[in-house]
């Protein structure tokens, strides 16, 4: 006895694998355990943090963003000097 509509084509096994290959050969893959301490110190690098909370942000931009939303007690504009000099190093 067939199914009923549409057959299927691809096995859910054979479609994951696609995507995975797709993934290695666009050099996104994340490198598991062993590309964990490399993810790490590329985030390190450009990553600066909060003098407050310790919490690593990217850019100036979401430092501020950063300010506004989790320190609003304290103004950016009269610390954001500082970090504009520790972004630009």
């Given at each position: 006895?067939?199914?009923?509509?549409?057959?299927?084509?691809?096995?859910?096994?054979?479609?994951?694998?696609?995507?995975?290959?797709?993934?290695?050969?666009?050099?996104?893959?994340?490198?598991?355990?062993?590309?964990?301490?490399?993810?790490?110190?590329?985030?390190?690098?450009?990553?600066?943090?909060?003098?407050?909370?310790?919490?690593?942000?990217?850019?100036?931009k979401s430092?501020?963003?950063?300010?506004?939303?989790?320190?609003?007690?304290?103004?950016?504009?009269?610390?954001?000097?500082?970090?504009e000099e520790?972004?630009?190093?």
């Amino acid at each position: 006895m067939g199914r009923k509509g549409k057959t299927q084509k691809h096995t859910a096994k054979e479609i994951a694998g696609k995507h995975k290959a797709a993934k290695h050969k666009a050099g996104a893959a994340g490198g598991g355990n062993e590309g964990a301490e490399k993810r790490k110190i590329a985030c390190t690098k450009i990553s600066k943090p909060c003098e407050i909370c310790k919490v690593l942000l990217p850019s100036l931009k979401s430092m501020e963003i950063h300010y506004e939303s989790k320190h609003s007690k304290i103004n950016f504009n009269d610390i954001k000097k500082k970090y504009e000099e520790l972004f630009n190093q």
